[in-house]
């Protein structure tokens, strides 16, 4: 199934020379430039016991990380970073750091990670009231191994619950924003550029 976001553009104010478009499409790129040095790739060696259970896994997994420290601490999704046997941080410029597994909330399947490495850029967080239905959600992240890349949409819904491999999670953000492999862990910001989420899981409905 395919989904065409129509957007309506009526009233937005016009500068001189730039269309309407033209002021989105800068805004859009401003909040893209703004929030990739604060997006990693996080590589994850497995353990050899994870792979032997499963058959044809990898020997590695890659998917996403946010800097919420300039101290190093990242946040990620858990579910590739409580199996590894040892895990690796690839930060926006190409620095590589090995990177320890400080803590996991299993409540909300987020992972806490720290890098010893100096220049790093922390996220702004939005406010919990910003964050509403209908708000534009720019995704950045690394999916399929593409390192800072960046797509669009929306926030859906609030509040979602989800069951993810037989365990409940309640207060989830919708977005529709296109979510792929290696998404996870990634950051979705609002058009002030500030973090409103975290990629946490896709949902594939049965029959479509």
Known sequence: MNVVLVFFL????????????????????AVVD???????????????????????????????????????????DCLGAQVA?????????????????????PATAIALLKVEAEGLKPVVFAEPEAIRQGTIAVLVSNPAGLAQSSTLGFIS??????????????DMIHTSAPV????????LANARGS????I???YIPDGI
């Open 10 to 29: 009526l009233s937005l104010p016009q500068g001189p020379g730039d269309s309407t478009l033209e002021r989105i499409e800068k805004e859009i790129v």
């Open 85 to 105: 046997r040892r895990l690796q941080v690839v930060l926006h410029d190409g620095r590589r750091f090995g990177a320890i597994l400080k803590a996991i909330d």
């Open 157 to 170: 819904g609030l509040n979602r619950s989800i069951v993810v491999g037989g365990v409940r999670f309640d």
């Open 34 to 76: 703004a929030t990739r040095p604060s997006v990693v790739q996080v590589v994850a060696e497995l353990d050899d016991s994870v792979k032997n259970r499963f058959g044809s896994m990898p020997r590695s997994v890659r998917f996403t990380g946010i800097v919420v420290a300039a101290d190093g601490h990242i946040l990620t």
């Open 180 to 187: 792929q492999s290696g998404d996870l862990g990634g950051l």
């Open 200 to 202: 946490h899981s896709r």
């Open 195 to 198: 973090v409103v989420g975290m």
